[in-house]
Structures are given as C-alpha cells and as structure tokens.
C-alpha cells in the first residue's frame, strides 16, 4: 500500500543460538560487610539460622540477619561471655574457643557450628627488646626481627585466627603466629592494643600487642563513674553522664547539665581532647562545679587504659606524672 511502512523479515535461524562466552566468577577474597563486621569475623550456623560474629575491640558484634548487636565482655561462667543491644533488642554469646552458644532477644540458638572464617583485610603486630614487626595482608604476612625477613603467602582457607597456632610457611622451623583476644599494654608506651601476640621463631618467643588501639576507644557510649577518684552519681537531670568517640576525630557526651564536644587526638604514644564546647543550661547545687570538674579533667587526659574486663579510665597529666593509671573512670 502506498505511504505504509514495512517491517523487514527477522533473518531466519538455522539450529541453536550460539551461547554466550562463559564468564569466570571473580573469587571473593572477604565479604564487602566484613570491615563493618569487625576483625576475627566468624560465620556459624544455628539450626540453619546463619550468624557472623566479628571482633572489636574489646567486645564483639553479631549479625543476625538484618539486626547487628554491639556486645561487651562480662565476669562470670565458662568461656567468654558478652552481653549487649541492638536495634531489635538483646543478645548473649558464650565463646569456648571456636564453640558458640548464642541467646537472641531471649531465644536460644542451639546447635551453633563453625562454617567459615574469613580472611582479615589487614593485621599489624609489634613487639620490643628486640623489635619486631608482623604485617598480614588478605595473601600476604611479613616478619621482621633485627635484620631478618621472612614473607609467605597465605591462603584464603587458612588464615590468622584467635587462638589457633599459624606456621609462616612449610618447614618446619618457620615462624609460628598466635594471636588472643586479650588486652596488651605497649611496653615502651604503656598504650592499651585488643589482641596479645606471640611468634615463636628459631627457639624463641617473641610477646608483642597488635590489632588497632583506637578501636579499643571508639564504637561505643561510655558511662563516666569517676573523676579523679571522686565518684559520679546520676546527673539531677536523672541522666546517665557519658563520653563517646566517633573514630573521626571527634568527642562528645552529656555531662550533668549540658551536652559537650570536641575534637581529639590518638597517636601511638598519646590521647589529648580539647577545644570542649558546652551547650548552656544551668543547673542547681553542685551539679555545675560537678561538670566544670569532669570538662577540665577531659583537657588534661594524655592516654588511656582498658582492662580485661572493659573498664576505660583516661589517665590525666597529674595522673600520669605520679605514675598513676587513674583519672576518668567509665564503663
């Protein structure tokens, strides 16, 4: 028909059409959640419900489908035991090496089994007298002790893990790595580090710290129960008084009266906080000679400690030059 336009004939196919070029799947060297998830990270299978459990700092965080707990250590039974809260209420682990009993807004998961451990992005240890350094990588972990070098690849089905012994190569005198969840003190700078760590080389043992100080600081609210060895008692406000570091190079909290922030500063050897700024509510009695205390102490912190069982305590100056470990007490 005049004017009317056409539509061409597909071409016509002779046999199956061709198939696509297989692809190769890229290996997935660690999950992209497992920098959220922490250090250490865990998978388990609880009566086919699927957790991870991840190490930071001191505490550990649990996912559980989509709710992610923040736990804490506690005193008390076998194992280690961690309480904590999230966004869909509480948790309860029991660690025993690698056997986990796990209690979920008060329903026990039974019958937890270990299914992967997953590659850590990065690990540094260190250690004095001599000096020695351990640097792991997702393929790679290096050890260096006085003039000594000793790299190996690692691979992705065995790698560094809480607890259990790793042989830096195939014969049989190579390095060999442990690493605990245990607190460390730096013995040059007395600065707090989440893991212990012992390399035994060539018939000798090397006892260092590693892992990340600032996650020892950050991730968590701290409630303050002391200043300068004078309890703190509730706010009249009824609030708990807190300090919280957010891992960006700032502070804040509530104090008695106000809400504070600031900035802060954590090298290898040093904490300092400083340029404080309050909001300006006024309290009665002594809750404001209360505050101004705990806002100066903050200002004259110059480190920081942890012990086993998660206590803080920023040490101030007058504190350190006595050769004190006290100051800020919270919890």
Known sequence: MPGASTVPDAPEVFGPAPKPAARR???QRVRPSNRAMGEFVRSYTCAGRDISVGVVGLGLRLMDGGGVYELSPVQGGAGQVYTGQGPMGTAKLVLNGDQLSAEVNGRALR???????????????????????????????????????????VQD?????????LRMGKDPDAPVVEVQHAVCRDTATGMPFPYTVQVSAEGRRYAGCG?????????????????????IPLSPLGHDISIRFDGQG?????A???????IYAL??????????????????GGAMVQEHALLRALETV??????????????????????EVSGITAR
């Open 25 to 27: 799947a890229p290996v």
């Open 111 to 153: 019958a937890c089994e270990l299914t992967r451990r997953w590659p850590m992005p990065a690990f540094r240890a260190l250690g004095h007298e001599p000096s020695w350094l351990l640097k792991g990588e997702l393929e790679l972990m290096h050890w260096t002790v006085a003039d000594k070098l000793v790299s190996v690849a």
């Open 157 to 165: 089905n065995q790698p560094i893990a809480l607890g259990q012994p």
């Open 211 to 231: 892992g990340d100080t600032h996650a020892m600081l950050t991730g968590r609210t701290w409630v303050i129960s002391g200043v300068e060895q004078s309890a």
């Open 250 to 254: 700032r502070v804040n909290g509530v």
């Open 256 to 262: 008695a009266c106000n809400l504070f922030s600031g």
């Open 267 to 284: 090298t290898a050897e040093r904490l300092s906080i400083g340029s404080l700024t309050t909001t300006r509510r006024a309290c009665p």
């Open 302 to 323: 110059v480190r920081f400690d942890v012990t086993p069982s998660g206590e803080l305590t920023l040490v101030t100056r007058a504190a350190a030059d006595q050769g």
